[in-house]
T-cell receptor
Framework: DTGVSQNPRHKITKRGQNVTFRCDPISEHNRLYWYRQTLGQGPEFLTY????????KSRLLSDRFSAERPKGSFSTLEIQRTEQGDSAMYLCASSLEGPLYEQYFGPGTRLTVT | QKEVEQDPGPLSVPEGAIVSLNCTYSNSAFQYFMWYRQYSRKGPELLMY????GNKEDGRFTAQVDKSSKYISLFIRDSQPSDSATYLCAMSNPGANNLFFGTGTRLTVIP
């Protein structure tokens, strides 16, 4: 399977714990995006990488959130001191570089904070 | 006001019906328009992608963009039960690095 993969698929954690998610993009894609989707809503942009550089962060990305893409391949998204409001589906997408970009999404990581 | 508005439905149609899904938007800078299909508890899957105004057809699916009205549509002909999913519109402007999504319309095609 050469699509975007995400792990874990599901994560249940207690409030206050830290969690980390991983995204493996399509191998030739140098752009990688993180989105958050809550129930009944469309995905909302969190952050974007071009290769290993994090070029844009949304206001939604509070200081408890940190994302990395150390070698320009896979990426991790860490949430520290989780809150119940962090419960959502966290989606990763990747694309090629260029003026016309089609973003391809992974299956998402569903986070439940109890 | 959200930048992208989409009726959340739900929408139920009989098998074989023509389905019309729509989004409106407020940002006149949007140039790229996409439709994604999302099955329950899965990631969005890209269906159609259009640039600027006009129509694009792919099999049973037709995407239309009317920039003068800030209105986009997705038509599904001969709808099938396997088309039952949430359909998300998404759009972006040149130079932007993220997509702006509608809330999604939940579609059920009844056999």
């Amino acid at each position: 399977d050469t699509g975007v993969s995400q792990n874990p698929r599901h994560k249940i954690t207690k409030r206050g714990q830290n969690v980390t998610f991983r995204c493996d993009p399509i191998s030739e894609h140098n752009r990688l995006y993180w989105y958050r989707q809550t129930l009944g809503q469309g995905p909302e942009f969190l952050t974007y990488f071009q290769n290993e550089a994090q070029l844009e962060k949304s206001r939604l990305l509070s200081d408890r959130f940190s994302a990395e893409r150390p070698k320009g391949s896979f990426s991790t998204l860490e949430i520290q001191r989780t809150e119940q409001g962090d419960s959502a589906m966290y989606l990763c997408a990747s694309s090629l570089e260029g003026p016309l970009y089609e973003q391809y999404f992974g299956p998402g990581t569903r986070l439940t904070v109890t | 006001q959200k930048e992208v508005e989409q009726d959340p439905g739900p929408l139920s149609v009989p098998e074989g019906a023509i389905v019309s899904l729509n989004c409106t938007y407020s940002n006149s800078a949007f140039q790229y328009f996409m439709w994604y299909r999302q099955y329950s508890r899965k990631g969005p899957e890209l269906l159609m992608y259009t640039y600027s105004s006009g129509n694009k057809e792919d099999g049973r699916f037709t995407a239309q963009v009317d920039k003068s009205s800030k209105y986009i549509s997705l038509f599904i002909r001969d709808s099938q039960p396997s088309d039952s999913a949430t359909y998300l519109c998404a759009m972006s402007n040149p130079g932007a690095n993220n997509l702006f999504f509608g809330t999604g319309t939940r579609l059920t095609v009844i056999p």
